[in-house]
T-cell receptor, first 115, second 112 residues
Framework: DAGITQSPRHKVTETGTPVTLRCHQT?????MYWYRQDPGHGLRLIHY???????DKGEVSDGYSVSRSKTEDFLLTLESATSSQTSVYFC??????????????FGPGTRLTVL | GDSVTQMEGPVTLSEEAFLTINCTYT??????LFWYVQYPGEGLQLLLK?????DKGSNKGFEATYRKETTSFHLEKGSVQVSDSAVYFC???????????FGKGTRLSVIA
């Protein structure tokens, strides 16, 4: 199994509070991704990173920010959580940018509930 | 933009039945195609992939063939088991090295 951990695994928070989710990898892969999974929507890309301090927006980036100061860590921050951000969040890594040769490996997920 | 459409579930089958989950795609260039599986309470894991037309990906008894003429990548298994109960996602990435685009997922339940 790819060495990907996510923390916390479960979190309940209140509307308006900041929340940070952490993804940690031990594979030294260049690319890291944050997705959210919601019923009826599958997985949707929030942000991704193609190197330290290099990030880009995905399909549903509004309300989220990311940071990557080290190869192994990719942080997802909800500056002011809203109920619409209640979801399961998955981190993934790949050696390339999913360029058809390298699969993405997924972490176990973080279930976030915003009350 | 790129997109993936897969059949909606849930799909319920009896053990040893034949499985087909349809997946069609729209993409620029020559995408690579994937099937991911998500078991209850877990993250996604790659089931199989195909990187060019007419390639067949296979793993754990599952197969899918990359059909460029019909822009399809249907997942099949000849005899399902209870342990195959999971959510299956079709996905693609275009040749321009873009991140994965996922379908909405199909939940499969296999009953003994």
């Amino acid at each position: 199994d790819a060495g990907i951990t996510q923390s916390p695994r479960h979190k309940v928070t209140e509307t308006g509070t900041p929340v940070t989710l952490r993804c940690h990898q031990t594979e030294n892969h260049r690319y890291m991704y944050w997705y959210r999974q919601d019923p009826g929507h599958g997985l949707r890309l929030i942000h991704y990173s193609y190197g330290v301090k290099d990030t880009d927006k995905g399909e549903v980036s509004d309300g989220y920010s990311v940071s990557r100061s080290k190869t192994e860590d990719f942080l997802l921050t909800l500056e002011s959580a809203t109920s619409s951000q209640t979801s399961v969040y998955f981190c993934a890594i790949s050696e390339s940018r999913g360029g058809g040769r390298d699969e993405q490996f997924f972490g176990p997920g973080t279930r976030l509930t915003v009350l | 933009g790129d997109s993936v459409t897969q059949m909606e579930g849930p799909v319920t089958l009896s053990e040893e039945a034949f499985l087909t989950i349809n997946c069609t795609y729209t993409a620029t260039g020559y995408p690579s195609l994937f099937w991911y599986v998500q078991y209850p309470g877990e993250g996604l894991q790659l089931l199989l992939k195909a990187t060019k037309a007419d390639d067949k990906g296979s793993n754990k008894g599952f197969e899918a063939t990359y059909r460029k003429e019909t822009t399809s990548f249907h997942l099949e298994k000849g005899s399902v088991q209870v342990s195959d109960s999971a959510v299956y996602f079709c996905a693609l990435t275009s040749s321009g090295n873009t991140p994965l685009v996922f379908g909405k997922g199909t939940r499969l339940s296999v009953i003994a």
